[in-house]
């Protein structure tokens, strides 16, 4: 290559290398913003430390935010833009703290949004807030938890409000150590005899464990009048599911007949059952008292992965075993008119039951997995 050409071609390159560079300078920056929502708001939260000179307006359903602070950029200038999915009102509120600047928009109409962007693809800099996060099902509990704050505080009660929360948290706290000691008595029990007596306990588990377990399972229908009436933050659809479905089987496929008293499925499904409970209620007695014990936590959140699976699958054996056993006894049966001569068996119910038990299964697993996934993803943005 001739020197002239050359030096033409260095000339250029550094004419495009200063291009690119004061490009790069008069661009924008992008602060990381995290959103969440409720039925009638959506809430900003800019990471921008010691913001100055901040400008929020909401035109034409679209958020324009500029100002000064320190950012993943350093001190500069940050702005962005979001264009909402649904109409939003044009008053718009904003707090500057030292680390972030919250943002409060309220929706037009109340509903739940599926995305927060007119676009389908989320912007970069966006994120959801964990930490404010909650499903649809979630904010509905909590509004209820408020309109019952709301009706506690209008009637002149001897105690205020403060007694009631603390009635409140003294009935969860004794419920819940009933059950622990209830479960707790069922596991040992079960696992000293097996150790004993080897296989030979596996015959007689519903004879030595049947009168705790009965009492605990009553006991539980409190856990669905809780959610029901917001007195915990839970979904009332899969509580109500786990514990109709185990008094189903505790009462009807295994207290009804006799015969599967001396099976060994009654085993299995008392033990997983309450290999279950011992971590779960202890976790709640401490949440009660606002303290927190790691390894208690991770179990509570992830032990059920195998165990509820397999609780399921031995429910499933016991109500199959139990099917010919109807079929025999007539129990439970639909008498049909004297015209037709016969009755309809109890056991066709059970084998639609098989199918909504895999089904529950499928509802109370995803149910259980959004918890444990935003209770960890909480954690790990905190950290």
Same mark, same amino acid.
């Given at each position: 290559m001739k020197r002239g050409n050359f030096l033409h071609?260095?000339?250029? !390159?550094?004419? &495009? %290398?200063? =291009?690119?560079?004061?490009?790069n300078e008069t661009m924008p920056l992008t602060p990381l913003v995290y959103w969440a929502q409720r039925h009638e708001d959506i809430y900003l939260r800019v990471e921008l430390t010691d913001a100055q000179n901040i400008d929020v307006n909401v035109n034409d359903n679209v958020l324009q935010f500029k100002a000064q602070g320190h950012g993943a950029k350093g001190q500069n200038e940050y702005e962005? =833009? &979001?264009?909402?999915?649904?109409?939003?009102?044009?008053?718009? /509120?904003?707090?500057?703290?030292?680390?972030?600047? %919250?943002?409060?928009?309220?929706?037009?109409?109340?509903?739940?949004?599926?995305? !927060?962007?007119?676009?389908?693809?989320?912007?970069?800099?966006?994120?959801p807030d964990f930490d404010r996060w909650l499903d649809?099902?979630?904010?509905?509990?909590?509004?209820?938890?408020?309109?019952? /704050?709301?009706?506690?505080?209008?009637?002149?009660?001897?105690? %205020?409000?403060?007694?009631?929360? @603390?009635?409140?948290?003294?009935? &969860?706290?004794? +419920? %819940?150590?009933v059950q622990f000691l209830g479960f707790s008595w069922i596991f040992v029990n079960m696992t000293v005899r097996l150790f004993i007596f080897g296989q030979d306990s596996l015959y007689d588990t519903f004879h030595t464990i049947s009168d705790v377990m009965f009492f605990c399972q009553i006991l539980a229908a409190v856990e669905v009048l809780n959610a029901a009436f917001g007195v915990v933050q839970t979904g009332v659809i899969p509580t109500f599911i786990q514990v109709v479905g185990r008094n189903f089987i505790l009462f009807i496929i295994f207290g009804s007949l006799g015969e599967m008293h001396n099976q060994p499925v009654v085993f299995f499904v008392? +033990? &997983?059952?309450?290999t279950i409970e011992i971590f779960r209620y202890p976790f709640y007695m401490l949440g009660c008292l606002n303290t927190e014990w790691k390894t208690l936590t991770w179990?509570? +959140?992830?032990?059920?992965?195998?165990?509820?699976?397999?609780?399921?699958?031995?429910?499933?054996?016991?109500?199959?075993?139990?099917?010919?056993?109807?079929?025999?006894?007539?129990?439970?049966?639909?008498?049909?008119?004297?015209?037709?001569?016969? /009755?309809? @068996?109890f056991s066709y119910v059970l084998h639609i039951y098989l199918v909504l038990m895999f089904l529950g299964l499928f509802i109370n697993f995803r149910h259980l997995y959004k918890q444990r996934k935003r209770r960890f993803c909480t954690k790990r943005k905190a950290n």
């Amino acid at each position: 290559m001739k020197r002239g050409n050359f030096l033409h071609c260095s000339s250029s !390159l550094i004419f &495009l %290398n200063q =291009s690119f560079t004061k490009k790069n300078e008069t661009m924008p920056l992008t602060p990381l913003v995290y959103w969440a929502q409720r039925h009638e708001d959506i809430y900003l939260r800019v990471e921008l430390t010691d913001a100055q000179n901040i400008d929020v307006n909401v035109n034409d359903n679209v958020l324009q935010f500029k100002a000064q602070g320190h950012g993943a950029k350093g001190q500069n200038e940050y702005e962005f =833009s &979001l264009e909402f999915l649904l109409p939003v009102k044009s008053e718009v /509120s904003h707090k500057s703290t030292q680390r972030q600047v %919250n943002i409060t928009v309220q929706k037009e109409q109340r509903g739940w949004w599926k995305r !927060l962007t007119l676009q389908e693809r989320k912007p970069v800099f966006l994120a959801p807030d964990f930490d404010r996060w909650l499903d649809e099902s979630d904010a509905e509990m909590e509004i209820r938890e408020k309109l019952l /704050s709301s009706v506690a505080s209008m009637f002149s009660f001897s105690l %205020n409000v403060s007694g009631f929360v @603390s009635l409140k948290t003294g009935f &969860l706290f004794v +419920y %819940n150590l009933v059950q622990f000691l209830g479960f707790s008595w069922i596991f040992v029990n079960m696992t000293v005899r097996l150790f004993i007596f080897g296989q030979d306990s596996l015959y007689d588990t519903f004879h030595t464990i049947s009168d705790v377990m009965f009492f605990c399972q009553i006991l539980a229908a409190v856990e669905v009048l809780n959610a029901a009436f917001g007195v915990v933050q839970t979904g009332v659809i899969p509580t109500f599911i786990q514990v109709v479905g185990r008094n189903f089987i505790l009462f009807i496929i295994f207290g009804s007949l006799g015969e599967m008293h001396n099976q060994p499925v009654v085993f299995f499904v008392f +033990y &997983l059952w309450s290999t279950i409970e011992i971590f779960r209620y202890p976790f709640y007695m401490l949440g009660c008292l606002n303290t927190e014990w790691k390894t208690l936590t991770w179990l509570r +959140y992830t032990i059920w992965i195998p165990l509820y699976p397999l609780g399921v699958i031995a429910e499933a054996v016991a109500v199959i075993q139990s099917i010919p056993i109807f079929d025999e006894t007539k129990l439970f049966s639909i008498p049909l008119p004297k015209a037709v001569g016969t /009755s309809i @068996s109890f056991s066709y119910v059970l084998h639609i039951y098989l199918v909504l038990m895999f089904l529950g299964l499928f509802i109370n697993f995803r149910h259980l997995y959004k918890q444990r996934k935003r209770r960890f993803c909480t954690k790990r943005k905190a950290n």
